[in-house]
Nanobody, 125 residues
Framework: VQLQASGGGLVQAGGSLRLSCAASGFTFDDYAIGWFRQAPGKERDFVAASTRSGGSTYYADSVKGRFTISRDNARNTVYLQMNSLKPEDTAVYYC???????????????????WGQGTLVTVSS
C-alpha cells in the first residue's frame, strides 16, 4: 500500500494550492480518503475526508468554505484544493486511507490505516 502526497510549497496568504494524493496497492474505490495536517510543535489534526464514492465529504471547521476535497477513482487520486490560504494553514499535510467499513469518526487519526509521507505547505503573511 502506498500513498504519495504532493503539491505542497510556499504561497502567500490569500493564495491557492492543490495537493494530490496518488494511491496504489489497494482497491482505491473501497477506501475513504482523508487529509490531516501537523503544524510544528502541534498534534496532527483532521482537515477533510471523502467517502469512497466521493458522494459525501467532511471538513474541519477551520477550513470549511476554503478547502475542497475531491477524488478521481479512475486515476486512484485524491485532491485537496486549498483557497484563501492563511499563515495558520502552514503545516505538513498527510493523506490517509481507511476501508469504507472502518468504524470511528473521520476526524480521528485512529480510524485511518494507511498514511502517506506528507507534503509541506508554507503560507507567508
Amino acid at each position: 500500500v502506498q500513498l504519495q502526497a504532493s503539491g505542497g510549497g510556499l504561497v502567500q496568504a490569500g493564495g491557492s494550492l492543490r495537493l494530490s494524493c496518488a494511491a496504489s496497492g489497494f482497491t482505491f474505490d473501497d477506501y475513504a480518503i482523508g487529509w490531516f495536517r501537523q503544524a510544528p510543535g502541534k498534534e496532527r489534526d483532521f482537515v477533510a475526508a471523502s467517502t469512497r464514492s466521493g458522494g459525501s465529504t467532511y471538513y474541519a471547521d477551520s477550513v470549511k468554505g476554503r478547502f475542497t476535497i475531491s477524488r478521481d477513482n479512475a486515476r486512484n487520486t485524491v485532491y485537496l484544493q486549498m483557497n484563501s490560504l492563511k499563515p495558520e494553514d502552514t503545516a505538513v499535510y498527510y493523506c490517509a486511507a481507511a476501508p469504507y467499513y472502518s468504524s470511528g469518526g473521520y476526524y480521528s487519526s485512529a480510524r485511518w490505516d494507511y498514511w502517506g509521507q506528507g507534503t509541506l505547505v508554507t503560507v507567508s503573511s
